[in-house]
T-cell receptor, first 113, second 112 residues
Framework: AQSVTQLGSHVSVSEGALVLLRCNYS??????LFWYVQYPNQGLQLLLK??????LVKGINGFEAEFKKSETSFHLTKPSAHMSDAAEYFC???????????FGQGTELSVKP | DAGVIQSPRHEVTEMGQEVTLRCKPI?????LFWYRQTMMRGLELLIY????????DSGMPEDRFSAKMPNASFSTLKIQPSEPRDSAVYFC??????????FGPGTRLTVT
């Protein structure tokens, strides 16, 4: 079955430290991959997407993600965390254009001063 | 732009009652999505419209759920009759693409 796994339901980093949120997918065909961010009491916002172009994708707010087919991964990174990055982050996968997105369970990011 | 607008933001109703959730997508977007979020099941796509036409409704739980998009600026999700297991946050999202770009703030539904 198609699925996406986010490793770690909670991640805590210090302000200024590297942010690394992990996402792995199961697939036998090239997927479309997405990262969304959800701030408290708000809807999700698209951070970035991979659609088979460049493997390193840059998104909003300084985030980027790298598609690694050999590892079936699409980890989200940011070089330096900011307090405003505290939110829940969702990885999602789609296996055909126009197809249903399958969301991971989410990773809550906390940023300590 | 005001973003995706959903109403009401909170709804508390008794089992058996009809519930109608409303969504106004971002002007110009031609794709609209209804999602449901629960702790147990996470985010689930209920239905996806493109140019006001339902494209994928395979996520609609059962006949108690129905969704309409009479025009490009309005959509409704109706539950009749409602049940306690329908309690969740319901999100509407819109986009120019076939994946959601912008989500509304959600409607938190509680069925007692």
């Amino acid at each position: 079955a198609q699925s996406v796994t986010q490793l770690g339901s909670h991640v805590s980093v210090s302000e200024g430290a590297l942010v690394l949120l992990r996402c792995n997918y199961s697939s036998s065909v090239p997927p479309y991959l997405f990262w969304y961010v959800q701030y408290p009491n708000q809807g999700l916002q698209l951070l970035l997407k991979y659609t088979s172009a460049a493997t390193l994708v840059k998104g909003i707010n300084g985030f980027e993600a790298e598609f690694k087919k050999s590892e079936t991964s699409f980890h989200l990174t940011k070089p330096s965390a900011h307090m405003s990055d505290a939110a829940e982050y969702f990885c999602a996968v789609s296996y055909n254009q126009g197809g249903k997105l399958i969301f991971g369970q989410g990773t809550e990011l906390s940023v300590k001063p | 732009d005001a973003g995706v607008i959903q109403s009401p933001r909170h709804e508390v109703t008794e089992m058996g009652q009809e519930v109608t959730l409303r969504c106004k997508p971002i002007s110009g977007h031609n794709s609209l999505f209804w999602y449901r979020q629960t702790m147990m099941r996470g985010l689930e796509l209920l239905i996806y419209f493109n140019n006001n036409v339902p494209i994928d409704d395979s996520g609609m739980p059962e006949d108690r759920f129905s969704a309409k998009m009479p025009n490009a600026s309005f959509s409704t999700l109706k539950i009749q009759p409602s049940e306690p297991r329908d309690s969740a946050v319901y999100f509407c999202a819109s986009s120019f693409r076939d994946y959601p770009g912008y989500f509304g703030p959600g409607t938190r539904l509680t069925v007692t």
